[in-house]
């Protein structure tokens, strides 16, 4: 079992960048996909991007394509979501989600059984 905690949340402005982290204990997060999603008030829970464990293969929601960077440090145990060009409409509650083996789409949260508590991302035009 995994363990996350979620951190970097914060208040900024259009055009800005935050890095949130996604800190892993129990067990090494090389063991897990991890994944991003996010919710806005009013909104379902969506995907916004997912690490595998092992090689690290990618894959971004089509809305923050080139503008999000997700990452890996084994060492630290943690994940994260590098943000830049953030948009209003980005502002959300950010959840980081761990599962083991890489079958499906892994874009939904059905697919993941570990979740962190959230950090609230906030983006002013």
């Known amino acids: 079992q995994v363990q996350l905690v979620e951190s970097g949340g914060g208040l900024v402005q259009a055009g800005g960048s935050l890095r949130l982290s996604c800190a892993a204990s129990?067990?090494?997060?090389?063991?897990?996909?991890i994944a991003w999603f996010r919710q806005a008030p009013g909104k379902e829970r969506e995907f916004v991007a997912r690490i595998t464990g092992g090689g690290g293969s990618t894959d971004y929601a089509d809305s923050v394509k080139g503008r999000f960077t997700i990452s890996r440090d084994n060492a630290k145990n943690t994940v994260y979501l590098r943000m830049n060009s953030l948009k209003p409409e980005d502002t959300a509650v950010y959840y980081c989600?761990?599962?083991?083996?890489?079958?499906?789409?892994?874009?939904?949260?059905?697919?993941?059984?570990?979740w962190g508590q959230g950090t609230q991302v906030t983006v002013s035009s």
């Open positions: 989600a761990a599962r083991m083996g890489w079958s499906g789409s892994l874009r939904t949260i059905y697919e993941y059984a570990y």
């Open positions: 129990g067990r090494s997060v090389s063991t897990y996909v």
